[in-house]
């Protein structure tokens, strides 16, 4: 079983639409995020959860919401798309404790915006 | 400007030599931990040193910390072509706990 998974894999899209990357976690850890790796390969923080409750939220355009339902699963809804968007979009989690600890990164969804 | 920096920005050398990866970083931090990222995949966690450790030790990975000069090292003996990946650093630092800071990564190539 994928520890965390997030679909989809791919996205191609114009600019100016709105599309969605789901993330599930089957590690039972309190604590889920978004991070953004660029075309350079360097990896930014967006958002983390921590028990459905936002705790991170680091400068990203409100064109990016994330929602949790539950404490396995953070969602991504990106609205009006734009090019400098296109990058890979990691889902991880880890066990929520004082300091952060191991994280753990699903495989990527890559979008592409044309 | 970032927390993390690691250097140098790509290495490449032969099977089974030792490959050595630097990180150097601003503010202080509860813990340091290295990744891989092997190409098109996600981050696999590698080993993570708490700021009161100065060497930690698992498999062929050997991590250092001096925290006086705020900069790690990794080191990979004997490599082999599986290795060839790039290598991040992530730092947890004191101010935002619970948010993993990573550099911009080495990428190492192994050449058979």
């Known amino acids: 079983d994928t520890a965390v998974s997030q679909t989809p894999k791919y996205l191609v899209t114009q600019m100016g639409n709105d599309k969605s990357i789901k993330c599930e976690q089957n590690?039972?850890?309190?604590?889920m995020y978004w991070y953004k790796q660029d075309s350079k390969k360097f990896l930014k923080i967006m958002f983390s959860?921590?028990?459905?409750?936002?705790?991170i939220n680091e400068t990203v355009p409100n064109r990016f919401s994330p929602k949790s339902p539950d404490k396995a699963h953070l969602n991504l809804h990106i609205n009006s798309l734009e090019l400098g968007d296109s990058a890979v979009y990691f889902c991880?989690?880890?066990?929520?404790?004082?300091?952060?600890?191991?994280?753990?990164f699903g495989e990527g969804s890559r979008l592409t915006v044309l | 400007s970032q927390q993390g920096e690691e250097d140098p920005q790509a290495l490449s050398i032969q099977e089974g030599e030792n490959a050595t990866m630097n990180c150097s970083y601003k503010?202080?931090?509860?813990?340091l931990q290295w990744y891989r990222q092997n190409s098109g995949r996600g981050l696999v966690h590698l080993i993570l040193?708490?700021?009161?450790?100065r060497e930690k030790h698992s498999g062929r990975l050997r991590v250092t910390l001096d925290t006086s000069k705020k900069s790690s090292s990794l080191l990979i003996t004997a490599s082999r072509a599986a290795d060839t990946a790039s290598y991040f650093c992530?730092?947890?630092?004191?101010?935002?706990?619970?948010?993993?800071?990573f550099g911009q990564g080495t990428r190492l190539t192994i050449n058979p």
């Open positions: 991880a989690s880890s066990q929520a404790r004082p300091t952060a600890g191991e994280l753990f």
């Open positions: 590690l039972g850890h309190d604590t």
């Open positions: 959860y921590n028990n459905k409750e936002l705790i």
């Open positions: 503010t202080s931090i509860n813990n």
């Open positions: 040193i708490r700021s009161n450790e």
């Open positions: 992530a730092t947890d630092t004191i101010q935002g706990a619970q948010k993993l800071v």
